[in-house]
């Protein structure tokens, strides 16, 4: 069974920086779709970013673009989520996610087309 692990998370300012990571057993993520949701408390799922099947481009949400960038370590069978100049609306439990079928770039941005889930990581940004 695939596990997915995230960690990195923490409590930072405002306009600070974290990185989160999120390391595969089981299975290589190389051929893999993997996706960052996050979900604030009393809210809604939320995409933050992620990259197709076929890899290349990655795909962000409209509140994180330009300040999140997504990363795959292949050497150490991860993907990381890079946080820049966070704000207190970033606060939230991070997941990230993983598919082995097929997930074309559009539709990454589902929650519902993954098969995988790590067990989240409290990220809280303070003012």
């Known amino acids: 069974q695939v596990q997915l692990i995230e960690s990195g998370g923490g409590l930072v300012q405002a306009g600070g920086s974290l990185r989160l990571s999120c390391a595969a057993s089981?299975?290589?993520?190389?051929?893999?779709?993997m996706g960052w949701f996050r979900q604030a408390a009393g809210k809604e799922r939320e995409f933050v970013g992620g990259?197709?099947?076929?890899?290349?481009?990655?795909r962000y949400g409209d509140s994180v673009k330009g300040r999140f960038t997504i990363s795959r370590d292949n050497a150490k069978n991860a993907v990381n989520l890079q946080m820049n100049s966070l704000k207190p609306e970033d606060t939230a439990v991070y997941y990230c996610?993983?598919?082995?079928?097929?997930?074309?770039?559009?539709?990454?941005?589902?929650?519902?087309?993954?098969?995988?889930w790590g067990q989240g990581t409290q990220v809280t940004v303070s003012s």
């Open positions: 089981g299975r290589t993520f190389r051929s893999a779709a």
């Open positions: 996610a993983a598919s082995f079928g097929t997930l074309p770039y559009s539709d990454v941005v589902m929650s519902t087309k993954y098969d995988y």
């Open positions: 990259s197709g099947w076929s890899g290349g481009n990655t």
